[in-house]
């Protein structure tokens, strides 16, 4: 069964950029698209896009489509997610998942605190 | 404010059955997308326990259901526990925003 393993907590300071990254572990991802999304403290899931890795193509929610840059490298099953013009509203858990329409595996998290 | 909205909360004492109503529109759920539901623990990832409207995943009890109707998707719980209480999102795709979409999640309380 595969796992997502993603990498650890960042603390960045604002307008600068992060990349969360999401290695797939136990097997790939196959033809299955691979999902971001975050979550605030103490509020709810928020979809942010997703990309198959096999063919490489990203889609974005709107309200991220300037600032997130998803990818992938097939060859070691590792998708990266980049977010830039980091503000304080950003500090958050990303998590990537699996998209088989339903989102059936799920990354630990990565707390990203924006901080000056 | 997501296009898909849940109750904030609800509750229930042990035993005792609750509905999450999960409410879209004509560009989600009642577009014909299927609708899925994840439990989720504090400080966790979430859960999957309900993929494409109704079918539970290997491991996931009985006592959770899901089903579809028009605009809306509904998750029930019967014989409630103390376990069960968590944070309930429902997730489905908009044809509108050509993106997939999260219900504002519910908090369930077992009293």
């Known amino acids: 069964q595969v796992q997502l393993v993603q990498s650890g907590a960042e603390v960045k300071k604002p307008g600068s950029s992060v990349t969360v990254s999401c290695r797939a572990s136990?097997?790939?991802?196959?033809?299955?698209?691979v999902a971001w999304v975050r979550q605030a403290p103490g509020q709810g899931l928020e979809w942010m896009g997703r990309?198959?890795?096999?063919?490489?193509?990203?889609q974005y929610a709107q309200k991220f489509q300037d600032r997130v840059t998803i990818t992938a490298d097939a060859s070691t099953t590792t998708v990266y997610m980049t977010l830039t013009s980091l503000s304080f509203e950003d500090t958050a858990v990303y998590f990537c998942?699996?998209?088989?329409?339903?989102?059936?595996?799920w990354g630990q998290g990565t707390l990203v605190t924006v901080s000056s | 404010q997501s296009v898909v909205t849940q109750p904030p909360s609800v509750s229930g004492a042990p035993g005792q059955r609750v509905t999450i109503s999960c409410t879209g529109s004509?560009?989600?759920?009642?577009?014909?997308?299927?609708v899925h539901w994840y439990q989720q623990l504090p400080g966790t990832a979430p859960k999957l326990l309900i993929y494409?409207?109704?079918n539970r995943p290997s491991g996931v009890p009985d006592r959770f259901s899901g089903s579809k109707s028009g605009t809306s998707a509904s998750l029930a719980i019967t014989g409630l526990q103390a376990e069960d209480e968590a944070d309930y999102y429902c997730l489905t795709y908009d044809s509108s925003l050509s993106g997939s979409v999260f219900g504002g999640g519910t908090k369930l309380t077992v009293l």
């Open positions: 998942a699996r998209d088989s329409d339903a989102f059936d595996v």
């Open positions: 494409d409207n109704i």
């Open positions: 990309i198959i890795p096999v063919f490489g193509t990203p």
């Open positions: 004509n560009s989600n759920i009642g577009a014909g997308h299927r």
């Open positions: 136990g097997g790939t991802f196959r033809s299955s698209a």
